[in-house]
Nanobody, 120 residues
Framework: QVQLAESGGGLVQAGGSLRLSCTAS????????MDWYRQAPGKHRELVAA???????YYADAVKGRFTISRDDAKNTVVLQMDSLKVEDTAVYYC??????????????WGQGTQVTVSP
């Protein structure tokens, strides 16, 4: 079983910065995708940024130029650096990781979610 531990998040004023971190643990053989999603009240969960194994990073248009995703495969960790935050970035942010476990099965794991609140 794979577990994700998220950290970071909190309350910040518009224009400020926050850093989210997510570390995967358990019987992991390899990780393919490490993504960040968010869900605002009354809205669907949306993909914010993706760090796909061996591929280019992806950013939603709403966060391009402001957010940066990075991963450390040696530590099974993905970080989302969020700069120039806007009120509309307020949401619960979820880490999502896909890969293969030591038993040869693919897995998909979600973090518990961390609240990001941006005040005017």
């Amino acid at each position: 079983q794979v577990q994700l531990a998220e950290s970071g998040g909190g309350l910040v004023q518009a224009g400020g910065s926050l850093r989210l971190s997510c570390t995967a643990s358990g019987r992991i053989f390899s990780i393919n995708d490490m993504d960040w999603y968010r869900q605002a009240p009354g809205k669907h969960r949306e993909l914010v940024a993706a760090a796909r194994g061996g591929g280019p990073t992806y950013y939603a248009d709403a966060v391009k130029g402001r957010f940066t995703i990075s991963r450390d495969d040696a530590k099974n960790t993905v970080v989302l650096q969020m700069d120039s935050l806007k009120v509309e970035d307020t949401a619960v942010y979820y880490c999502n990781v896909k890969g293969w476990n030591e038993g040869g099965q693919n897995f998909l794991a979600w973090g518990q979610g961390t609240q990001v609140t941006v005040s005017p």
